[in-house]
């Protein structure tokens, strides 16, 4: 499709695992974000990546949490010994642009839920 | 440092009625972009429109309205005759430059049922 792919769309997992969340940006977008949303909330930012380079990841919880963006286009969050606490919904957007002064197009995002 | 408050969590109102929604926000810069998105019960969060602060002129799309007044930092956002499928979450959000514009800050959002 057109839009902003993310896979898995359900990760169901226990305390203590790791796990990854993939998304696929808008072909030609050099802009990458990853929100989380918990219940209730707004998206709060993570990580941003302008190209291959993470530009902010000042968002980033801990150092559990760490993504990639190796060629520019998919993106991988990673988050290593999972707690109850990152059950949330983690969004990813792109944009085409090199600053945020547009839309962001968000992906439908990735629930994910620790045990 | 950046912030956007939505006081209202949520709103419920009758098909037809006309409904507001409030968005205050706190920049030091003296350029940033809000803006507003929708988030429908699919989950996928939807732009709706982007304001810069240079422009102050309110905006009109169909029944969406945006009235921007800088004095008191505000952006909100208004629903004409308001209809069932307008039932969403409705984030605003700001973006200023001093990060170098490229992170977006969201409000907590609020939740509008619009009742047939």
């Known amino acids: 499709g057109a839009g902003v792919s993310q896979t898995p769309s359900n990760k169901v997992t226990e305390k203590g695992k790791y796990v990854e969340l993939r998304c696929d940006p808008i072909s030609g977008h050099t802009a990458l974000y990853w929100y989380r949303q918990s219940l209730g909330q707004g998206p709060e930012f993570l990580i941003y990546?302008?190209?291959?380079?993470?530009?902010?990841d000042s968002g980033l919880p801990n150092d559990r949490f760490f993504a990639v963006r190796p060629e520019g286009s998919v993106s991988t969050l990673k988050i290593q010994r999972t707690e109850r606490g990152d059950s949330a919904v983690y969004l990813c957007a792109s944009s085409p642009g090199t600053t945020n002064t547009g839309e962001l197009f968000f992906g439908e995002g990735s629930r994910l839920t620790v045990l | 440092a950046q912030k956007v408050t939505q006081a209202q969590t949520e709103i419920s109102v009758v098909e037809k009625e006309d409904v507001t929604l409030d968005c205050v926000y706190e920049?030091?810069?003296?350029?940033?972009?809000l803006f507003w998105y929708k988030q429908p019960p699919s989950g996928e969060l939807v732009f709706l429109i982007r304001?810069?602060?240079?422009?102050?002129q309110n905006e009109i799309s169909g029944r969406y309205s945006w009235n921007f007044q800088k004095s008191t930092s505000s952006f909100n956002f208004t629903i004409t005759a308001s209809q069932v499928v307008d039932s969403a979450v409705y984030f605003c959000?700001?973006?200023?430059?001093?990060?170098?514009?490229?992170?977006?800050?969201f409000g907590a959002g609020t939740r509008l049922f619009v009742k047939a």
């Open positions: 304001r810069n602060s240079f422009d102050e």
């Open positions: 920049t030091r810069d003296t350029t940033y972009y």
């Open positions: 959000a700001l973006s200023d430059t001093s990060t170098g514009g490229f992170k977006t800050i």
């Open positions: 990546f302008q190209g291959t380079g993470a530009a902010d």
